[in-house]
């Protein structure tokens, strides 16, 4: 196993903060004014989860974290692996593409897709859970991914 | 309106319950009537990083980690503790990240996942998620570890 630099666990939490927020209004506007009011949200998780798989050291939540969260907390007691976080955010990217190409075709989707990303944030962000990290084997193991 | 409000509020309820749940559920342990032998050996279980084999002298907590799992390195630590802290207890981790046939043949689907066994390296008792401590205190002091 490689040395991998080891992050401060607040900051994925304080992005999945966010993220359950955009999601949950995703779900609320899709469900109250359909598809126009849904899905530009749905993208823009879409943007946020494909930056964070792709570039997570330029994420946006990052900056905001680094710059203006974290100075106000007190040192971190542990730091964490970035892998876990890193696997979360790709499962959070594939709901968010069936949200965002499902939904041209099947609009339902989107609120399908924004219930899942927001349940699985909002654990990780109020409850300390990362469901994606921790139920990897079981959807491993049931060739859900490979 | 309302209804998509009702389906709002009802998504956010389901995740503080799920959350609760959760938090619950975690850890929680539960006694195995199978008996098996674990081979250390053969999992190529590592304390420390160096090989392991030998069970300890009253009991043995054995980790099935992978490197998704936040949480992993967390309880490792408090275990490691544990071992070094009470006599006739001997602490092993096994990395399943690319063994899915181990983790099938235990039924293993999250991780940490923790086993206790009894002197002759019987599986007796098993954890999912974060153990419980006072529970594991429990079952370790019904095998004689002090």
């Not at chain 1, 359950?20 to 943007?47: C, E, I, K, T």
Request: charged share 20%; glycine share 10%.
């Amino acid at each position: 196993m490689t040395e991998v630099k080891r992050i401060d666990p607040r900051g994925p939490r304080f992005g999945a903060g966010i993220t359950s927020a955009l999601s949950l209004a995703s779900f609320a506007m899709s469900l109250q004014f359909g598809f126009v009011a849904g899905h530009p949200l749905m993208v823009a998780l879409f943007v946020l989860f494909a930056w964070s798989v792709l570039f997570p050291k330029t994420h946006p939540y990052q900056f905001i974290f680094q710059k203006l969260v974290r100075p106000r907390l007190q040192e971190p007691t542990e730091l964490e692996d970035p892998r876990p976080p890193q696997f979360a955010q790709k499962v959070g990217f594939a709901f968010a593409i069936l949200g965002t190409i499902g939904g041209l075709f099947l609009s339902i989707l989107i609120p399908v897709a924004a219930a899942f990303i927001f349940i699985a944030a909002f654990l990780n962000a109020f409850f300390g859970f990362c469901l994606g990290c921790q139920m990897y084997l079981g959807l491993r193991r049931f060739g859900i991914i490979r | 309106m309302e209804t998509s409000l009702i389906a709002t509020l009802g998504l956010l309820a389901f995740g503080v319950i799920g959350g609760v749940i959760f938090k619950f559920l975690q850890g929680k342990g539960r006694r195995v009537s199978s008996r098996e032998i674990i081979d250390l050996g053969k999992l190529n279980a590592k304390n420390n990083e160096l090989p392991i084999t030998e069970y300890g002298k009253k009991a043995t907590l054995v980790q099935f980690s992978t490197q998704y799992c936040g949480q992993c390195p967390g309880v490792k630590r408090t275990l490691s503790q544990l071992e070094y802290r009470l006599g006739g207890l001997r602490f092993a981790e096994v990395d399943i990240t690319e063994r899915l046939d181990v983790a099938a043949h235990f039924n293993i689907s999250q991780t940490p996942t923790v086993f206790l066994l009894d002197e002759d390296g019987h599986l007796i008792y098993r954890m999912g998620g974060v153990p419980k401590m006072n529970q594991l205190m429990e079952e370790l002091q019904k095998l004689g570890v002090k």
